[in-house]
């Protein structure tokens, strides 16, 4: 099973206004410490909120912890390819917002800057999305497809986030084959068998790999 896990500073560390920034950095790179030592597959660094100059700084920060403690961990910056490739970093995760890289512009990127490979991760919400991203031109397909989310979001009584279940799930996996899909929102360690048993290669989430 793969673990991709996304970051949020901001949940790790409750700091004072003045040493918040400084704490939840120090949280992120001991969360990434504890990850690669359980063994995760994948990080996204996505701190939508930081410049480029801090982001690049973070991202190099997570690349040593990450090769000091598991090399097999793959850091994947969210949306800034420039930064991934800036940094050396193992990829990029996008959207599928018309306005994002393509997967073969950030092979191109990285190619051009003599780095190898890139992982390229690709959030998709509709069925529609992943037909697409799977009957693209191979240089042009992602390497992990994130699909979600999959279990709808609560908040007090409030629907936030409707799920889109287990049966898109189940048809956003045979639609994507052979590319790797992976449940995203409101995974727990309750519903990740549910997820594999319906054709997930593993499981993306935020909350569940905070603890």
């Known amino acids: 099973m793969l673990r991709y896990a996304i970051t949020d500073r901001v949940r790790l560390a409750d700091a004072s206004a003045q040493q918040a920034e400084p704490a939840r950095q120090a949280a992120l790179l001991a969360q990434a410490e504890r990850l690669a030592a359980e063994g995760i597959d994948f990080l996204q660094l996505r701190e939508k909120d930081l410049s480029a100059t801090a982001l690049a700084s973070l991202a190099r920060n997570l690349l040593a912890t990450l090769r000091a403690h598991n090399p097999a961990t793959r850091l994947l910056i969210n949306s800034r390819a420039d930064i991934a490739v800036a940094t050396c970093a193992d990829g990029v995760h996008l959207t599928s ?16 800057a ?21 009957s693209s031109a191979p240089e042009n397909r992602p390497t992990l497809i994130l699909f979600g989310p999959v279990f709808e979001k609560v908040v007090g009584n409030i629907l936030v986030t409707a799920g889109a279940g287990l049966d898109l799930l189940r048809a956003a996996c045979a639609a994507a084959a052979p590319i790797p899909v992976l449940a995203l929102g409101g995974i727990t360690r309750a519903n990740t068998d549910i997820c594999l048993d319906a054709g997930a290669a593993g499981v993306a989430a935020i909350r569940l790999f905070l603890h």
Do not use: D, W
Request: aromatic fraction near 6%; charged fraction near 15%.
């Open 97 to 112: 917002s018309p306005n994002e890289f393509t997967p073969a512009q950030v092979r191109a990127l990285y190619a051009a």
């Open 114 to 134: 003599g780095l190898p490979e890139p992982i390229i991760s690709l959030s998709c919400h509709t069925l529609a999305e992943v037909t697409r991203a799977a």
